[in-house]
């Protein structure tokens, strides 16, 4: 009799496990921050998307629910019993012909808000909307800013800043392979695609210190994933701060290590690849480090800015970014610098600001 109720409570136990192991794991879901949510509206295109996503998020659980139910059901209520062996059935039309058309109707029920979303979006930016060009390379997003004529007034990189309430529209490009732009809580994700011009326009709603995070959503090689970008949106006068700061020339070096670091700079491979405004770095090929010390990460948003993690990129960037096109330049990764050296460039740019 007690080793019948052990057994019992043993099983009961193990039925428990997976149940409360399942509750936990919602409980660990619910907490976690999520940086990246399209629940996050702080653009006007996710406003607009909000509602085929409602639509698909209801359906979508009504048959989730249902079909646990009758699946559960079923397999309780015509479960082989003693002397009632299960009944074997082979088709039924009514049913087949119910259970397609249901999906029919659940199909064009998301269809039509979706295409009304889509079409929303897909609307003509207003002829006062802000110009950017958004370009991508294989590993790290260039931003310019362009005039009404479609001059480029500033190159930067990596970090996108917008003014709150303002229309912007966005040509999408690529220098290498297919990318693709996506700020989860700003708008939906566009393709940049070579040789051909994608588009995207919106308006960032809601303006904050912290950056909302953007990644590239296209396989793109060895790097995809640290292929990142952040958009800063920042109240109108604010942005106009930052964009005049932005547009000026760098200054010289000031300190005796940023000094150093500016004529090694000068003198180094760095240049073929970059521009830093001002000075005779007129490289393209790499991002345009003019203001490269006012950013808040390197490496395509993959660390933070700071003297360490500067030198550790400009050592040895595929230790950071598994196959970045930039070469070694630490002399113990087969480049020519010191580390002494290193650290008087990364001093210099972080004065870049
Ligand atoms: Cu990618």
Same mark, same amino acid.
């Given at each position: 009799?007690?080793?019948?109720?052990? *057994?019992? $409570?043993? !099983?009961?136990?193990?039925?428990? +496990?997976?149940?409360? /192991?399942? #509750?936990?794991?919602? =409980?660990?879901?619910?907490?976690?921050?999520?940086?990246?949510?399209?629940?996050?509206?702080?653009?006007?295109?996710?406003?607009?998307?909000?509602?085929?996503?409602?639509?698909?998020?209801?359906?979508?659980?009504?048959?989730?629910?249902?079909?646990?139910?009758?699946?559960?059901?079923?397999?309780?209520?015509?479960?082989?019993?003693?002397?009632?062996?299960?009944?074997?059935?082979? *088709?039924? $039309?009514? !049913?087949?012909?119910?259970?397609? +058309?249901?999906?029919? /109707?659940? #199909?064009?029920?998301? =269809?039509?808000?979706?295409?009304?979303?889509?079409?929303?979006?897909?609307?003509?930016?207003?002829?006062?909307?802000?110009?950017?060009?958004?370009?991508?390379?294989?590993?790290?997003?260039?931003?310019?800013?362009?005039?009404?004529?479609?001059?480029?007034?500033?190159?930067?990189?990596?970090?996108?800043?917008?003014?709150?309430?303002?229309?912007?529209?966005?040509?999408?490009?690529?220098?290498?392979?297919?990318?693709?732009?996506?700020?989860?809580?700003?708008?939906?994700?566009?393709?940049?695609?070579?040789?051909?011009?994608?588009?995207?326009?919106?308006?960032?709603?809601?303006?904050?210190?912290?950056?909302?995070?953007?990644?590239?959503?296209?396989?793109?090689?060895?790097?995809?994933?640290?292929?990142?970008?952040?958009?800063?949106?920042?109240?109108?006068?604010?942005?106009?701060?930052?964009?005049?700061?932005?547009?000026?020339?760098?200054?010289?070096?000031?300190?005796?290590?940023?000094?150093?670091?500016?004529?090694?700079?000068?003198?180094?491979?760095?240049?073929?690849?970059?521009?830093?405004?001002?000075?005779?770095?007129?490289?393209?090929?790499?991002?345009?480090?003019?203001?490269?010390?006012?950013?808040?990460?390197?490496?395509?948003?993959?660390?933070?800015?700071?003297?360490?993690?500067?030198?550790?990129?400009?050592?040895?960037?595929?230790?950071?970014?598994?196959?970045?096109?930039?070469?070694?330049?630490?002399?113990?990764?087969?480049?020519?610098?010191?580390?002494?050296?290193?650290?008087?460039?990364?001093?210099?740019?972080?004065?870049?600001?």
């Amino acid at each position: 009799m007690r080793a019948t109720r052990l *057994g019992l $409570t043993s !099983l009961r136990g193990r039925r428990l +496990l997976p149940l409360l /192991a399942l #509750v936990l794991l919602v =409980a660990l879901l619910v907490a976690c921050d999520a940086p990246q949510s399209t629940t996050e509206i702080a653009g006007n295109n996710n406003d607009k998307l909000w509602e085929p996503y409602r639509v698909v998020l209801v359906l979508a659980a009504i048959v989730f629910v249902l079909v646990l139910v009758l699946t559960l059901g079923f397999s309780i209520w015509f479960r082989e019993r003693p002397g009632r062996p299960a009944r074997q059935i082979h *088709g039924n $039309t009514r !049913l087949e012909v119910i259970w397609t +058309l249901i999906p029919v /109707a659940i #199909v064009a029920m998301i =269809a039509i808000p979706t295409f009304d979303a889509l079409f929303k979006i897909d609307k003509d930016p207003p002829a006062d909307a802000m110009k950017i060009e958004a370009i991508g390379h294989q590993w790290w997003f260039e931003f310019r800013y362009l005039d009404d004529k479609g001059e480029t007034v500033l190159t930067t990189a990596n970090e996108l800043h917008l003014p709150e309430g303002k229309p912007v529209t966005i040509a999408l490009r690529s220098v290498d392979v297919i990318h693709s732009f996506w700020v989860p809580a700003i708008s939906g994700k566009v393709d940049m695609i070579p040789g051909h011009d994608n588009n995207i326009s919106f308006t960032a709603t809601k303006a904050r210190p912290e950056p909302y995070l953007g990644q590239c959503a296209e396989l793109c090689g060895l790097s995809h994933a640290n292929m990142r970008f952040r958009v800063f949106v920042q109240a109108p006068a604010d942005f106009d701060n930052w964009m005049s700061d932005q547009k000026k020339d760098s200054t010289s070096a000031t300190g005796d290590l940023a000094s150093e670091g500016e004529q090694l700079f000068a003198q180094s491979a760095c240049i073929g690849c970059h521009t830093v405004r001002g000075t005779s770095a007129q490289g393209k090929v790499g991002p345009d480090l003019t203001h490269v010390g006012s950013r808040t990460t390197v490496a395509a948003g993959t660390l933070e800015n700071n003297a360490q993690n500067l030198a550790r990129w400009i050592r040895n960037s595929a230790d950071v970014k598994p196959g970045s096109k930039m070469p070694p330049q630490g002399a113990s990764a087969g480049g020519t610098l010191t580390d002494d050296q290193i650290a008087a460039i990364a001093a210099y740019l972080l004065s870049l600001r």
